[in-house]
């Protein structure tokens, strides 16, 4: 049977975990939209809970919606009235699934000590987040650590703006920053804090050796001074022009850049 009605329990369960952070954080389950990101959850072995589609969708991405029919929990038809409804996006794909969360508490066993890692503290804009999850992915980083002030993962634009990052970069919150930068360098790692300042070291003249881990602060403020007095190392990026500062998501691709060449 195909769903008309907006007001579907299931329909209305994706719409408010797209929507409401406390929903996702109560329920332990977030929402995706579009064949792409559904795709990549699914690829990736994320538990499918639920998953919503259009007619139209299941004949243009079969492989990935019948994919989803097969993993998931339950299996949702709906209309094109309804996939409106819920879309998140100007031009939906009529193609929803609701995943559990990802394992993102931090557990030193899962830190690789000859690993490089890009450290976010309180980054507050999804887009932000999501395109440093994205370039951290794409430049081959080992991973991601988020101080528990950064915005939520789950968030809708986080999710899109990552591109599937989300999926396949292991990603893990701390509670205390500077506690965990210490003890990672306590193992033989080093961290370097991303500074404004001119007499940092220049960003391209720091080694960024095997054990590395990059901490990048917030938009507006920058890092704190508990974070960057628990790094061992302060560099920035020296800029030629006027500008006192760069976007968080640029100064952290240049960074990150500079972590893997």
């Known amino acids: 049977m195909t769903v008309s009605s907006k007001d579907n329990q299931y329909v209305k369960e994706w719409r ?3 929507r409401d952070a406390r929903a996702r954080r109560d329920s332990g389950l977030f929402a995706i939209e579009g064949a792409r990101l559904c795709g ?12 919503l ?3 139209a969708a299941r004949e243009t991405y079969s492989s990935v919606v019948e994919g989803l029919i097969a993993a998931a929990e339950r299996a949702v038809e709906i209309t094109d009235t309804v996939s ?3 879309a998140d996006t100007a031009n939906p794909q009529g193609v929803f699934c609701v995943v559990k969360h990802l394992d993102i508490l931090l557990s030193f066993d899962t830190i690789n000590n000859m690993g490089r890692y890009g450290v976010l503290e309180n980054i507050q804009d999804p887009g932000n987040l999501g395109t440093m999850i994205r370039t951290a992915e794409a ?7 988020l101080s528990t002030g950064c915005c939520d993962v789950y968030n809708p634009k986080v999710l899109r703006g990552s591109m599937g990052g989300v999926f396949r970069l292991p990603l893990w919150r701390t509670e205390d920053l500077p506690t965990t930068l210490t003890a990672l360098q306590q193992r033989g790692m080093t961290a370097y804090a991303c500074v404004v300042d001119p007499s940092a070291r220049s960003v391209t003249e720091a080694t960024f050796s095997p054990g590395s881990l990059c901490v990048i602060g917030n938009e507006g403020s920058g890092l704190t001074a508990a974070t960057v007095e628990a790094c061992h190392q302060r560099v920035t990026i020296r800029m030629a022009g006027r ?3 760069l976007n968080a998501s640029m100064a952290a691709g240049i960074v990150m850049w500079e972590m893997t060449r």
């Open 16 to 18: 408010n975990l797209c």
């Open 243 to 245: 500008a006192e500062s």
């Open 139 to 145: 430049l081959g980083l080992d991973g991601l650590l």
């Open 84 to 86: 409106r409804h819920m």
């Open 40 to 51: 990549d959850a699914l690829a990736t072995g994320v538990p499918v809970h639920t998953v």
């Open 53 to 55: 589609y259009t007619p």
